[in-house]
């Protein structure tokens, strides 16, 4: 069983998905008072934990996944712009303060949920211990690209990679300008990608441009749980022309 835990998590659009494909969303995180009697009806199962500031990663049910959706206002281009160091938007750092706090914890217990059997360089088989969670997702505004002059985005990346290992530095790319799709693999063991779907082609009947970034603490799926898809939902051309 495939467990998750939701961030920011309104009216409930990650546990929604979680379901669809099989994964149950254990808890979520939200302090609006109609979202929460939202999902209570749709998630009765689901724990409701409250703010995300006075939450302790270490204490909280540990999940294979970690989603969130963290405030956009302050990355928006319809925003101030104020980035990273706005009040709403810098409530990331506490999605990935969450995350290692769990990390360590589950660490610390010694008794891994799973394991995932592999070779290494070598040839040789080997083990490895899968810490949870082993998965974050990130969604935020396209704006994140360019807020701050892209540093904002570098220092996204930056903060998840360091989960894994706190040595690392991300830089930007060549141009300074990043991608609407990418990834960053470091050897065996760590996966990040990132990719903007639009909603209009998922079944909303609205156009809503988003970052979807998928870091895999255990391996590298991240990438192609993101870029491999056996089918799309719509077809742009053919819909352009229908119209």
């Not at 969303?25 to 500031?53: C, L, Q, Y």
Request: charged fraction near 25%; charge should be positive.
């Amino acid at each position: 069983m495939i467990t998750m835990g939701s961030l920011f998590d309104g009216i409930g659009g990650f546990p929604l998905a979680a379901i669809r494909n099989g994964i149950v969303p254990i808890w979520a995180s939200e302090i609006e008072v109609f979202p929460i009697e939202v999902t209570k009806i749709r998630f009765p199962n689901m724990i409701h934990v409250g703010d995300i500031t006075k939450l302790n990663g270490a204490t909280l049910p540990p999940v294979d996944i970690i989603c969130g959706g963290s405030p956009c206002q302050d990355l928006s281009v319809a925003g101030k712009r104020a980035g990273l160091d706005g009040e709403r938007s810098g409530l990331f750092m506490e999605q990935t303060r969450i995350v290692k706090e769990m990390r360590y914890a589950d660490e610390k217990r010694g008794i891994p949920q799973g394991e995932l059997s592999r070779s290494d360089k070598r040839g040789c088989s080997e083990t490895v211990k899968l810490i949870r969670p082993r998965y974050m997702v990130w969604e935020n505004v396209p704006g994140a690209f360019s807020s701050s002059e892209g540093e904002d985005f570098r220092a996204v990346l930056e903060e998840i990679v360091r989960i894994k290992d706190s040595s690392r530095y991300v830089p930007r790319p060549d141009d300074r300008a990043w991608k609407s799709a990418g990834a960053i693999i470091l050897g065996n063991e760590f996966s990040l990608a990132w990719r903007v779907l639009n909603a209009q082609y998922w079944g909303v009947a609205q156009r809503r441009r988003r970052i979807f970034l998928v870091a895999d603490f255990g391996g590298l799926t991240a990438p192609e749980i993101l870029f491999k898809q056996d089918s799309l939902f719509g077809n742009f051309k053919t819909r352009e022309s229908e119209r």
